[in-house]
């Protein structure tokens, strides 16, 4: 476990191609059909392959600012929408806010139209959903996995967790067989499942047998899931932080609304408008520093003899990054434990974008790739919210707790709140 500022950054960032594999376990080689996904693979030739093909789709949505300004505001209206129908009675935002951000996931992999209003990506979202709700299940098959002959016992944890990703994959398997019979190579990729089929195609003109190999059906459903379960998850749990950070503390949504009112008069926020609300950055810098959705990350496994602080390291060693004793280090930051924005803006009022010992999309040959649409669709959302909603406790006086629970991610404990329509 590396579990300070100087051992965390020690391995994720200068010996990152040393930590820079997956150690596949019984239930991450059988649930990823053999460690063909990006998140759980083996740092390798495919592994290298799909994260490039995934890095590239992703850029060339990310680039296209009308394109994915246009998806994720459909949805802000929808949630917006939503909000404003529960006409100040309290709710729990968590289902609405998964769902939104999913069905921006959904128009990102498979096309404008796609969203869960569609039963079989309704069916993949509730999917996902009971498999990181299923926090036992998970913890089970966790320790399961370190010992190897737990596999040939009859344990049906291992078939609990395994059998939901089976039947993800065969949902994925009609939309992209779909896709398959209409492609047509001529056309410009307008989705993730059209970019993997672009990079096929190429591939077998080139009459490429290895990358050909890379391209088979069992990568390209896993790359589709990695997109969905990593894009909806992290990005939903942290709007959940982000909206219960600012219940306890109201003086930052003030602020943040200030912020907001001066810029816009009547109209939506939109992507241009990023360099002008440093507030909402910050909000989003600190919340993901204080909320640690992923306080371990994933597991890395050495690919070679190395060293960290100053100890040996053996090939095969898993380790743990702990990002979030780093993010808690009061070395590092003052009052750790207090959410307070503010500390990532400078005193002429501008964002500071690097101040070191800050890792919640981890960092080196494994950080999250998924790491700028992430930040496209929380700048969104919460500008979206805040400038129409002021949000508010349950009941007065009884915020919602700030006490995480983990479950592969972590995530507020379920509460409600009331969105207060502004004037």
């Known amino acids: 476990m590396a579990s300070t500022p100087e051992a965390v950054k020690e391995m994720l960032v200068k010996k990152s191609a040393d930590y820079a594999g997956r150690q596949q376990t019984y239930s991450v080689e059988v649930g990823t059909l053999g460690g063909k996904d990006i998140a759980f693979g083996n740092y390798g030739p495919a592994w290298k392959f799909h994260r490039k093909l995934f890095t590239t789709a992703l850029r060339q949505y990310l680039s296209d600012i009308p394109l994915i300004e246009g998806r994720v505001s459909t949805q802000a209206e929808k949630l917006v929408r939503f909000m404003e129908e529960q006409d100040g009675k309290p709710f729990d935002p968590g289902d609405c ?7 921006v996931i959904c128009g990102i992999t498979f096309g404008e139209g796609y969203d869960t209003t569609n039963p079989d990506l309704n069916k993949l979202l509730k999917l996902n959903v009971d498999v990181v709700a299923d926090t036992a299940t998970a913890q089970l098959v966790t320790i399961l996995d370190f010992f190897p002959l737990a596999k040939y016992l009859p344990i049906k944890a291992y078939d609990r967790f395994i059998q939901p990703f089976f039947k993800m994959f065969d949902i994925i398997r009609i939309f992209l067989r779909d896709r398959e019979k209409n492609f047509d190579p001529e056309e ?15 591939a077998e003109c080139e009459n490429d047998e290895e990358i050909a190999a890379f391209l088979s059906d069992d990568y390209l459903v896993n790359t589709i899931e990695d997109m969905f379960i990593a894009g909806y998850e992290t990005t939903s749990t942290t709007m959940k932080w982000a909206i219960a950070f600012l219940v306890n503390y109201p003086k930052y949504q003030e602020d943040i609304q200030r912020q907001l009112d001066e810029i816009f008069d009547g109209r939506n926020p939109s992507l241009h408008d990023r360099p002008n609300l440093p507030l909402i950055h910050a909000t989003i810098i600190e919340t993901l520093r204080v909320g640690n959705v992923a306080p371990l990350a994933l597991p890395h496994f050495t690919l070679t003899d190395t060293t960290l602080c100053g100890y040996r390291v053996p090939k095969g060693t898993i380790v743990f990054a702990d990002t979030e004793s780093v993010h808690m280090d009061p070395k590092c930051w003052e009052n750790p434990t207090v959410f307070n924005p503010y500390r990532h803006i400078d005193e002429d009022g501008k964002l500071i974008t690097n101040q070191g010992n800050f890792y919640p999309f981890g960092a080196g040959r494994r950080f999250c790739a998924g790491e700028p649409l992430a930040k496209v669709e929380l700048f969104m959302f919460l500008s979206w919210m805040l400038q129409k909603f002021t949000f508010v406790a349950e009941e007065e006086g009884h915020p919602p707790s700030l006490r995480g629970v983990f479950s592969g991610t972590q995530f507020p404990a379920p509460y409600k709140i009331r969105a207060i329509k502004r004037k």
């Open 188 to 202: 410009p990729v307008q989705d993730l499942i059209s970019g993997l089929l672009h990079a096929k195609h190429e």
């Open 97 to 103: 806010l998964q769902r939104s951000v999913a069905d």
